[in-house]
């Protein structure tokens, strides 16, 4: 478990597949990742207990983000651990519901997990995908310190329409010296 002030995060748990489905399905919460095919309670049960698997494996860290004040878990953030000589992983973070965007939960969430990744995982650089029609992921992303890496251009087909994904990175170096001076 990790703590923050408005922000908990935490493994996910079976039972938090009913309260995730319904949101998880909402296709204007796939349309942000270009999931298209819906969840069943029991794929996304399985996918809770495959992250248990991932973590023991060192593959994959999945949290759950809980909403401190209310105790709600209101999202997920998870590290994909890409190369372990490189120690290079990948993020990817969702607010389940729209009404708890724009309160800083997501800002929040990753600053914690970038600490967590660079000082517990020990990772030297991170990535991340985001569709260039998200600008408050890409906002939130580069106050964060990532870099803007490149555009992979019509890279997914989305609501009748090609969308471009923006490739952002950060690395360790960069990170520390925004966050403790050192370099
Ligand atoms: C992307 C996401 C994780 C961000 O988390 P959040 O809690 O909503 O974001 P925060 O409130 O921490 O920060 C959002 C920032 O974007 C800014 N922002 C919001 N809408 C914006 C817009 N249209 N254009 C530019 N900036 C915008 C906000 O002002 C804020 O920046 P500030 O703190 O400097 O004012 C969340 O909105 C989410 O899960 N969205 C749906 C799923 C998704 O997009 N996942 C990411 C896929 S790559």
Partial sequence: MINGKMVILRGLEISDTSMILPHWNKKEFMDYTGRTCP??????TEWIQNTW??????QKHTFGIVYRKTGFLVGYISVN?????SRRAGLSIGIFLPE???QGLGTEALTLI??????????L????????NNPRAIACYTKLG????????KA?????VFLDDLMMDLLIEEWKIENTGET
């Fill in 100 to 102: 708890m965007r724009d």
């Fill in 156 to 160: 997914d087909f989305v609501n009748d």
């Fill in 125 to 132: 650089s991170l990535e991340l995908n985001v569709f260039t």
């Fill in 146 to 153: 990532f870099h803007k890496i490149g555009v992979r251009r």
């Fill in 81 to 85: 651990i890409k190369n372990h000589i």
């Fill in 114 to 123: 970038l600490e967590y990744c660079f000082n517990t995982l020990n990772l």
């Fill in 53 to 58: 698997k991932e973590r023991r494996n060192n």
């Fill in 39 to 44: 969840d069943t309670h029991e794929t996304l």
